[in-house]
C-alpha cells in the first residue's frame, strides 16, 4: 500500500526526518533552500502534508493548487503564514506547536529584557572597537530590573511564564493588559494586575510585547503608544513582526523618546528596517526565543506528531481550525482504506 506523501519545506533535525519516513513517502530539503510561492505550489504537487516552519505562506492560491493537500503542520506556536479561512474551506487541517517552547521563549523574553535595560550588547560593541581605555562613574549605565515595574501585553501562557519570572525572581510590580482578563487564580499565581493599555504604556519601566499577529494586532505599538511610554522606559518584543511600527520605533529611539528596545521580530522577517540598523540603543536577535535544541527538538516532533495523527485517520493534537471533516474522511478512504478513520473523528 502506498504511503501518504508529505513535503518537509525547510531542513529540520535528521532524527524528525527519519521518523516521519517511518510513516510518509517524505521529501524534505537538507540543503534548507528558500522557495518562492511559485516553487513551492509545484512542489506540493501530489503531497497529502506539508511540514512548514513559520514562514512558508499556505494560502487560497496555494490550497486551490494543491488538491491532495490535507494537512500543513507548522513548527511554530505563530500562524500568521496560515490563510485559515481559506484552508478550512479548501478542507485542509492547520497545525501549530504550542505549550512545548512556552518557558524556553519567557526565558529569553527575560533575557533580551535584561540585555536591553542593562546595555549589554551597546558596551560589548564599545569595547571591541577598542573605545574602553578608563572607566567613568555613568559609562553605560541602564536601568534596574529588580524593583522596578513590568508591563506585559498579551498574557497567554508565554505572558504569565514572564510575569512569573519578574514578580517571583525580581520583585518587580508587574503589571498586564490582555483581550481577556485572566482568572483571579492566576493573577495570584503571576502577582499581576490587570490595567488598560494606555495605563500600562505610561506606568511601566518595561513593556514586554507578548501578543499573537493579526490584521486587529498589526502596529499595536506605534508613534501614539510610543509617545505614551516614560522616556526612560525599554521596549522588548518577542511577540511577532508587525506587532511594532519599527520606523516609529527606530525615530522614537533616535530621539530618545524611550531609553532602549529588545527586539526579537520584525516586520518583513529576514529584512530589518534599516533605521534599526542605525541606533545603538536598539538590541537585535534573529528571533531566536524559542532557539534552544530540545525546545526546538520538541516542536519538530509536535508537528511530525500533528502529520502522523491526520494523516492515519487520527485527531490533530494542536489544530488550528476544523476543515471539511466529511471532505478529509473521505479522501482518506479512498487514499488509505485500512487507516481510515473512526466515524467519531472530528
Known amino acids: ?22 510513516h510518509f513517502e517524505v521529501t524534505s530539503n537538507p540543503a534548507d533552500e528558500i522557495w518562492s510561492k511559485t516553487q513551492l505550489i509545484g512542489k506540493l504537487q501530489g503531497h497529502h502534508g506539508v511540514f512548514t516552519t513559520g514562514g512558508e505562506r499556505i494560502d487560497a492560491e496555494v490550497v486551490s493548487q494543491c488538491p491532495d493537500l490535507k494537512i500543513c503542520a507548522n513548527m511554530a506556536v505563530g500562524y500568521n503564514n496560515f490563510d485559515i479561512p481559506a484552508m478550512t474551506a479548501a478542507g485542509v487541517m492547520a497545525t501549530n506547536a504550542p505549550d512545548v517552547l512556552t518557558e524556553t521563549t519567557a526565558d529569553f523574553g527575560f533575557a533580551l529584557l535584561m540585555a536591553t535595560a542593562r546595555r549589554v550588547t551597546e558596551s560589548e560593541h564599545y569595547l571591541r572597537a577598542g573605545q574602553w581605555t578608563k572607566w567613568r562613574y555613568d559609562m553605560f549605565a541602564g536601568s534596574d530590573i529588580h524593583g522596578s515595574t513590568l508591563g506585559i501585553l498579551g ?30 487564580e492566576l493573577e495570584t499565581q503571576c502577582k499581576a494586575s490587570y490595567v488598560s493599555k494606555d495605563e500600562l504604556l505610561k506606568t511601566a519601566d518595561h513593556v514586554m510585547l507578548v501578543v499573537p499577529y493579526s490584521p486587529e494586532s498589526h502596529h499595536t505599538i506605534g508613534a501614539a503608544e510610543l509617545a505614551l511610554m516614560k522616556p526612560s522606559a525599554t521596549l522588548i518584543n518577542i511577540a511577532r513582526g508587525g506587532i511594532v511600527d519599527d520606523a516609529a520605533l527606530a525615530a522614537a529611539l533616535r530621539g530618545n523618546r524611550i531609553a532602549a528596545a529588545g527586539l526579537d521580530v520584525f516586520e518583513g522577517e529576514p529584512n530589518v528596517h534599516p533605521d534599526l540598523l542605525t541606533v545603538p540603543n536598539v538590541v537585535l536577535t534573529p528571533h531566536i526565543a524559542s532557539a534552544t535544541l530540545p525546545t526546538r527538538l520538541a516542536m519538530a516532533n509536535l508537528a511530525a506528531d500533528n502529520l502522523i495523527a491526520v494523516l492515519t485517520g487520527k485527531e490533530a493534537l494542536t489544530p488550528l481550525n476544523s476543515p471539511l471533516n466529511s471532505r478529509l474522511k473521505r479522501t482518506l478512504d479512498q487514499s ?10 472530528a
Do not use: T
Open 1 to 22: 500500500m502506498n504511503k501518504p506523501k508529505i513535503l518537509v519545506v525547510r531542513a529540520i533535525f535528521p532524527e524528525v526526518i527519519a521518523r516521519l519516513k517511518q
Open 155 to 184: 498574557m497567554g501562557r508565554i505572558g504569565q511564564g514572564i510575569a512569573r519570572r519578574g514578580a517571583h525572581g525580581f520583585g518587580m510590580k508587574v503589571i498586564y493588559h490582555n483581550r481577556s482578563r485572566l482568572s483571579a
Open 336 to 345: 488509505n482504506p485500512a487507516q481510515a478513520a473512526p466515524d467519531n473523528v
